[in-house]
């Protein structure tokens, strides 16, 4: 067995048991207890439209022991068609299993329809990129080695992150806005990444952009579409059978990142339905969807992701 698998499997047996203890003690979509939530803008998010918690996108801060932690940092965009967000197992949870090995987890709670639409999501996501190279001395992060991570819908805004960025404002009055909102790497989970009719996710795309949106904004968030020389490396996974949102998206931004020159990494299991998160939750197949996080330890250690950096 490669020392990967043998990873996974020692994973697979602690992050389930880890799921199911999380799951009796708070709601589905409660946060995590007693881990720091940071407001991105206590002053007010760009187009709020209130001051009530559904206006207030937060990180919800999971760091590793500091005797583990490698300096690398994910923020994590879990999904729920825009609509709602799966914060337990594809967020917190995910977040705790990435402070197994010392990276860093950041769960973003962003803003969603029927109360927002493009840009607000988009916005969220780059600040909170912001404020965690920003305050990297604070979590002892590498400013160098900051990634995004989206499962469904949230795959969709990560991959809206690695696609469409900037280098911040140099002379912004907000030091978070001076820092880059470009990920330096992607991991993107059963991800929505179209907004075409072909085989895009209709839920997302009506609750991001409306029941009638302009055609170039529609071609401008198919992030297929959108990927460049400058895309960060990404990791992508899949299942075949997967009914929700069909895995040509993953399959089309994967060969997206290839025409581009992106180095990338895809795996496509058979089976295996939609909203998996770390593939544990079904005992049928587990032992075999349980490996996708294995494969992902495997993809950030070969990329240098997880080197610890000197104090």
Not at 34 to 63: C, F, M, Q, R
């Amino acid at each position: 067995m490669r020392r990967g698998e043998l990873f996974c499997a020692a994973l697979l047996g602690l992050v389930a048991t880890m799921s199911t203890t999380a799951d009796r003690a708070r709601g589905a979509d409660d946060v995590a207890a007693g881990k720091p939530v940071i407001v991105l803008w206590p002053e007010g998010a760009p187009g709020a439209h209130g001051s009530a918690d559904k206006d207030k996108p937060t990180l919800t801060v999971h760091l590793p022991a500091p005797a583990t932690a490698s300096g690398c940092a994910v923020v994590i965009c879990p999904g729920g068609g825009y609509q709602h967000l799966a914060m337990s197992y594809e967020g917190h949870d995910v977040a705790e299993w990435f402070n197994t090995f010392g990276v860093a987890g950041f769960v973003l709670k962003y803003r969603l329809a029927p109360d927002y639409h493009h840009p607000s999501p988009l916005q969220d996501v780059q600040r909170a990129i912001r404020l965690v190279r920003e305050r990297a001395p604070e979590w002892h992060v590498d400013p160098h080695r900051v990634g995004v991570m989206g499962f469904s819908a949230g795959g969709h805004l990560a991959s809206t992150a690695a696609t469409h960025f900037d280098a911040g404002k140099l002379d912004a009055s907000d030091p978070i806005d001076r820092q880059s909102c470009r990920p330096d790497f992607a991991i993107l989970a059963y991800a929505v990444i179209t907004m075409s009719d072909k085989f895009g996710h209709s839920g997302s795309k009506k609750n991001l952009l409306g029941p009638n949106p302009d055609k170039q904004l529609v071609e401008n968030l198919s992030n297929e579409t959108q990927v460049t020389a400058q895309t960060p490396p990404t990791f992508l996974f899949h299942t075949a059978e997967d009914s929700a949102v069909p895995v040509e998206n993953s399959v089309e931004f994967f060969l997206a990142l290839r025409r581009a020159g992106v180095p990338a990494e895809m795996h496509i299991y058979e089976k295996g339905r939609h909203g998996l998160g770390l593939g544990t939750k079904d005992p049928k197949i587990a032992w075999a969807l349980g490996t996708w996080p294995g494969r992902l330890h495997d993809w950030m250690q070969l990329r240098g992701l997880l080197a610890a950096r000197p104090r």
